[in-house]
């Protein structure tokens, strides 16, 4: 809480790190959101390996387009730790000027504009796999063993067009959703409606 400065180290490994980095900034926000502004130095980590080097051209476009200059490095072989640690002091200057100014004057800050992306489903067998971060963090605000919830849980569901997703992918009710860390289990209108009853 009393740094100056976050550097946010991503998994180059990851398949989308700038999904990765929205969602830990939205974490950081729901915690505190004074925490969330601060500066950030982004470091994709890893380009060590084969695979993460290859992606480098591609994952300088995806930030940039979101206007974003990430530093490149490897941990393990140390590649990029020096203008890591020379954007990070850059910026820690900065910072401390813009301090100096005056006490009442808001630092310039990265604040990360929402991806805009679709939700994705991927199919493992009668398991769905849901990519979309709004749908984590809804999870996170409802109790699914509670009836009385579903309504508004599968409103803003339908809102996020998660509901017409599923059903395109062939999901039936009673199916396994997997949704970042979460589990549960997806219902169609009748059968939510039939469970209720019961």
Known sequence: MRTKVLIHLLDGTSSSPLEDMVRVNNELAMFDLTLARRPQVIAINKVDLPEVKSRIQALQSTFADAGI?????????????????????NLLKATDIRLKVTAQASPRVFRPQPVDSVPRVQVKGNTYIVSEPELERLLGNFDLDDPDEWPEFYEKLEKLGIN???????????????????????????????????
């Open 69 to 89: 200059i990430p530093v490149f490095i490897s941990a393990a072989a140390g590649e990029g730790l020096e203008e890591l640690v020379s954007q990070t002091w």
């Open 164 to 198: 017409s997703l599923l059903e395109k992918a062939g999901a039936r009710s009673g199916d396994i959703i997997i949704t970042g860390n979460k589990e549960w289990k997806w219902l169609t209108d009748e059968h939510r409606r039939a469970r209720r009853n019961f």
